[in-house]
């Protein structure tokens, strides 16, 4: 079966080239229909083709499909190994459930074929990322990825605020692209290759911490943290919320924002031997997950909160790999996946059920209205405040007792780490209180329900993983790491300490986590602490005005360069330029229109006198006179 992986990929393109052209004809809901079952069936493809590595006897295998670029030293072929056969269960999985609650959520839509061509194509193009076995098959499925969500971002372009986010996600994503590039020059530079084998094959020939290696990968960096929103570049991920929420749920837990990290983990062979650039990505991580944290604390807006909570989570994940804690990384990556889709999804049945409304002010006392969003969002929050023995606490846990572990300089990062802990607790009770307990908020005429059965489903799918997905990876057995070593085979990989040590660390997680929620509960529920109804923290809420200060410093001089560069050099000096030629040129025809009389005795006259010329300049020559 792993001769046919690429029929993982083949499927979902398959289905949006032939949605594309015969989506219309085929209709609604038809087309939805049809882009859900090639996931399904990539899903199952990949599954039966992991079962090896499951039995932990694979390493990997590289299929070859046709000669690419081979002056780069570069095959279109595919590598499958424990690494990329969890990335691709995770895409073609989630992937495949939020295709379900989009056959149900999109319905009525007047594009709905088109929305379903560009959700199978943001499949195909991140399979493609996961799977290529060489940096430009993966810088390939990079920029897809990039296309598929301006596509999808942007997809009820009608509105402004839409059309504009996905140009947003689009410019923010090619200024770390730029730097992913460079970087891949570099490689070529150095190994005379873009193939992995290649470059991670002879990787430890360079020098430890040398400038080579150090260059590559903070230039990788700068490509990851465009892709997985990280400080500087998180600012286009917000704003991607203006999509449909089965694209957020998509965007945020299988696909897009997950690309960095496995980048990173991917390249752990460079990455373990580039210290500085190691402790660059664990910072950049963990002062995102606090940053991010304290933003969505001041969000009404109930999908806005969760794009913050990810770039929250994705920081954790960034501390993990660059503390060389790849398995606990990508582990962090694999239940993010279920508790994050599943909080987008309940977030979007609660919208559904409410009409559009998106203000968590505006609602309150859903729990009897929306059982079964209630119940299975319960599991997420629990999930992802780390609350045991929820897939959440295992993974997000397990990366702090690792950042403590190494001792120094990590054990602050450890404590940011804690922080951002309490306050994800405190945001997402936050979310579920004001959402779900007290009295009904909401507008006149708006009547609350239950989503379709389509909608529901893959929630209680979801929820069933957010509970119990972290006991793969337990200290008492701890399959996924097993699982995932073959990937990690060559690479010293940062484990969590031994003895008593990772329980204290995680019993005061728990106890600070718990300490958020009652804070919450106090100050949403039972309301013993102060809070005025419809509370504006409008410096957070506002993202602390980072989008504002990038608008001036970067924006506005932006648009005045390229205003100066249209209407004055382009408009006054090149067009000047050429205009003037071409205006020289028609006033010395305009000149020589008199020679034009339209009469024959004066065309024979100049006949004459021109002969005349020619032989008296030809008897001067020769000597005549």
Known sequence: MVDLIWLVIALPLLGAVGLLFLGKRIGEPNSGR?????????????LIAALPAFGGDFEGENI????????????????????????????????????????????????YPRFFTYLNLFIASMLILVLGDSFATMFVGWELVGLSSYLLI???????????AGKKAFVVNRIGDFGFLIALMIIFATFGSLSYDTVFGNADKLQVGGATVTAITL?????????????????????????PTPVSALIHAATMVTAGVYMIARSASLFSI??????????????????????????????????????????????????????????????????????????????????????MWKMGGLRKKMPIAFGTMVVAWLAISGIPPFAGFWSKDEILAITYGKGGAWVALWAVGLVTAALTAFYMSRLMFLTFWGEPRW?????????????????????VFAAGAGLINTPFRPSLEHFLEPAFAFIKVAHAPEGITPWVLAGVSVLVALGGIAVAYRRYVTRTLPVEEGERWDLVENGFGVDDLYGRTIVLPGKAVAESAAFTVDAKGVDGLVNGVGGAVKRLADAATVLQTGQVRSY???????????????????GAF
Do not use: C
Not at 69 to 88: E, I, Y
């Open 154 to 164: 942007s997809f009820w372009f009608e509105k402004p605020s839409a059309a504009a």
């Open 34 to 46: 049809i882009a859900t079952l090639l996931v399904i069936a990539s899903f199952f493809i990949a």
């Open 604 to 622: 024979g006259t100049t006949m004459f006198l021109g002969a005349v010329a020619v032989i008296a300049w030809l008897l001067i020559r020769g």
């Open 274 to 359: 580039a210290p500085v650039s190691s402790g660059v990505v664990a910072t950049v991580g963990a002062l995102t997950a606090l940053f991010a944290a304290i933003i969505a604390i001041g969000q009404r807006d109930i999908k806005r909160v969760l794009a913050y909570s990810t770039i929250s989570q994705l920081g954790y994940m960034f501390m993990a790999v660059g503390a060389t804690a790849y398995v606990a990384g990508v582990f962090h990556l694999l239940t993010h996946a279920f508790f994050k889709a599943l909080l987008f999804l309940g977030a979007g049945a609660v919208i559904h059920g409410m009409h559009g409304e998106q203000d």
């Open 219 to 243: 230039l990788l960096l700068v490509g990851a943290v465009g892709k997985s929103a990280q400080l500087p570049l998180y600012v286009w991920l917000p704003d991607a919320m203006e999509g």
């Open 64 to 111: 070859f499909l046709f000669e690419w670029l081979p002056s780069l030293g570069v095959n279109f072929s595919l590598l499958w190994d424990p690494l990329s056969a969890m990335m691709t269960l995770v895409v073609t999985g989630v992937g495949a459930l939020i295709h379900i609650y989009g056959t149900g959520y999109m319905d009525g839509d007047s594009r």
């Open 443 to 463: 507008d006149d005429g708006i009547e609350p329900h239950e989503s379709p059965r389509s909608m529901t489903l893959p929630l209680v799918v979801l929820a």
